[in-house]
Each structure stands twice: as C-alpha cells, then as structure tokens.
C-alpha cells in the first residue's frame, strides 16, 4: 500500500511535469495543421471561398491576380445573413459579401471580363465546393488557387478534392491579411474560437468520410458521394 502511494506521488507530478512542458507544442501542433499553404505556381483561375465580409480574402485574389498567377478570379456565394429580407422589405438596401467584393476588385482596377461568378448560393463549405466544381469544369479549368482564411485552408482543401474527386489540381493559398496565429492561438478569444470551430468540423468530416467509405464497403460497391449539404460552414 505504501510502496503503490510512493509510485503514484511520483507519477503524478511527472506527469503534471509533461503536460506543462509539452502542452505548448500540441497547442502549436493544432494551430499548425489547420493551415495548409502550397507552394505558389501559376494557374488556371483562382477562386475566392465566401464568408469572410468580402476584404480579405478578395485582397489576396486580387494580389495574386495582379502578380500573373491566374488570368481569372472566381466569386463563390453565401446565402444571405440574417435580417437582410426584412431590410428589404422595409425599403433598405445594405451591400452584402458579393457588392463588397465588387467594390474591392474595380477599386483594384479589376477587369470585369475576368471574373467569374458562381450564382448559387451556399449554405456550407460543401456545398459550396460543389457548385465550384460545377462552374470550374463548365470553364473547363482543371487547376485552382484556392483563397480562404488560414485556419480554415485545411479543411478547405480536403472538401475541394473530395467533391472534385481529384480531377482539380487544389492550390491552398490562405490570405496574407488573416491575423490567425497558430503559435498562440489560445491566447486570443476569437484565434481559439475559430480552432474549436474548425476542428468540430473536420471531426463532422472524417465522420462523413469514414461513413460513406463503410457504406460503400458494406454494400460491395463503391462509397457514395456524401451529400453537399452535410457539412456546415
């Protein structure tokens, strides 16, 4: 009894001792893994991922457009935020997303013949990659960069490839404006929040993926194609 009490005041603070010096990396290692950024090469278009407000994102497409990586830029859609209907009904028009993007590539002296629009309205980031693929192979584009938030680029990506079914070469280009610190990410409210956010839905992912694939298997056939509309922004 006394030897096992002995063991455990020992292990306990050793342990205490790992977590306190290793915790820091893990942390690291999380905020790491949700930024996928590939090495830079010229393309076919590049395509804007809705749901940042329309500035950042569109600044870093307009950067890379104005830089010769891709001769045309691609508008993606969200569905509208709340309370906009009722602005419309009461006689009230307020830009959203799409009218700031607008703004910000004729401010940039954008050409309006470059620019591609997808007309769908999204509801999540897969849907959102479905109709992107749609557009894409109707332009008959078969490589991307793909411009998001950094802590949202892994996922992005992964989405992108899974409803393209590989056809599309993925450029994961995260944009230079987003503030997003993977090194300390739990020092800041608003990093921490989009971490525990973007790892709800890369588990809602896997769990889809790993479905369909077992779906699939059961039924000796290949996975299905997992509904667009099953993961969630």
């Known amino acids: 009894m006394i030897g096992r009490l002995i063991r455990w005041l020992i292990v306990f603070p050793l342990l205490g001792l790992l ?3 290793g915790y820091p990396f893990l942390l690291r290692t999380m905020g790491r893994y949700l930024i996928t950024e590939d090495r830079l090469q010229k393309a076919e278009a590049i395509a804007i ?13 307009v950067r890379l457009y104005q830089d010769g990586y891709a001769p045309r830029i691609i508008l993606t859609h969200q569905r509208l935020p709340k309370g906009y209907e009722a602005l419309a009904r009461l006689g009230m028009t307020v830009p959203e997303e799409r009218n700031i993007q607008w703004m910000v590539l004729k401010a940039t002296r954008v050409p309006t013949a470059a620019v591609l629009q997808v007309n769908e309205r999204s509801d999540s ?5 479905a109709h992107l693929v749609r557009l894409l192979k109707e332009h008959r584009i078969s490589t991307v960069i793909l411009v998001t938030d950094r802590s949202h680029s892994t996922r992005a990506r992964k989405i992108l490839a899974r409803a393209s079914c590989g056809t599309i070469t993925i450029i994961s280009r995260p944009t230079r ?39 699939g298997w059961l039924r000796g056939g290949n996975a299905p194609t997992v509904s667009a509309e099953a993961t969630v922004w």
Do not use: C, N
């Open 19 to 21: 977590l306190y010096v």
């Open 49 to 61: 991922l809705a749901g940042d407000g329309g500035v950042a994102r569109t600044l870093e497409a």
């Open 125 to 129: 980031t897969a849907s959102e990659m």
């Open 177 to 215: 404006y987003d503030t997003f610190d993977p090194e300390g990410w739990w020092h800041s409210r608003i990093d921490a929040k989009e971490v525990l956010f973007e790892y709800q839905k890369l588990l809602d992912y896997l769990v889809q993926t790993v479905s369909a694939g077992l779906t």
